[in-house]
DNA sequence: TTGCTTGCAAAGCATTTGCAAGAGC
DNA sequence: GCTCTTGCAAATGCTTTGCAAGCAA
């Protein structure tokens, strides 16, 4: 179940009640919580958990390759625990809600040598926008 | 020379010193400011103007489809003066240099309907990331 | 004159940090 | 026991807001 919680063992990580927590809540779901969001459910698990400890960890995370940040729109950080796969993400402008897209392509290949600018490119992220199927019912302008 | 300036004032925007100032330096700028950035410049044309009416006057503008917001990896948004006419940005991961990037095609195309999770896509923006010439030359680790 | 705009300062979020107390190995 | 980690609270960075005075139309 928690590959994550193995490979962090496995790089010295020392293992805290807290680090458990939160490992074990971005494994368990695919959707890409914020910090307050990761706090907020540990919390629920571990009452005394405080926030900059779960700052400092998702931190860490990221370091370690574990996570990417998602930021879209300079709203908080969302963290995506499916760092190690690449892929793309389908953004609410409403709700700010973020689902994982799995390109059918390298995306790379839009991207025309002559268009580079002398850039060394290499990655490319897209952020597909819209509304998600609740805020899309809801019609009020 | 300002088509920027006369558009606003066809929207009916009351023409102040503090929005004609901003809206040269944007208009005459090709680079991606930060808001900050904006008022170091604005102050040194006039300088009681106040850090929340260019906060408000960015707002505004992009409001109006004037500008665009971009965020990359958390840090202070930029406006993107060339609002109009939909691209995407090439970024440094080093240094943090935005160039637009004109496409070639329609990105959202790409997103086959099964992959849009019944969210009502309308746009797709695309971050292209590497190193710029500059640092790329910098051979440093 | 009318009411949109500005500036100031304070408030608001999201996030980071310093440091002493606490826990893993 | 030594060191890494935690929690608290204060600090930081970016941005927004309330409100009275100012200025464009």
């Given at each position: ?87 793309h993400?389908?953004v ?9 897209v ?33 805020c ?6």
């Amino acid at each position: 179940m928690s590959d994550l919680l193995e490979r962090l063992r496995g790089r010295g990580w020392r293992m805290t009640a807290q680090r458990r927590v939160i490992a074990q809540i971005l494994d368990g779901d695919h959707v890409h919580l914020t910090a307050d969001e990761v706090h907020t459910r540990a919390a629920r698990l571990l009452p005394e958990i405080s926030r900059a400890t779960v700052y400092n960890t998702l931190g860490e995370l990221v370091g370690l390759g574990e996570l990417a940040e998602v930021t879209v729109d300079g709203r908080a950080k969302r963290y995506d625990p499916n760092a190690r796969r690449p892929h793309h993400h389908l953004v609410c402008a409403r709700c700010g809600t973020i689902r994982d897209v799995h390109p059918t392509g390298d995306p790379l290949t839009r991207l025309p040598p002559d268009l580079r600018f002398g850039f060394r490119v290499t990655t490319a992220d897209i952020v597909y926008r819209g509304l998600c199927p609740d805020c899309a019912d809801d019609t009020r302008a």
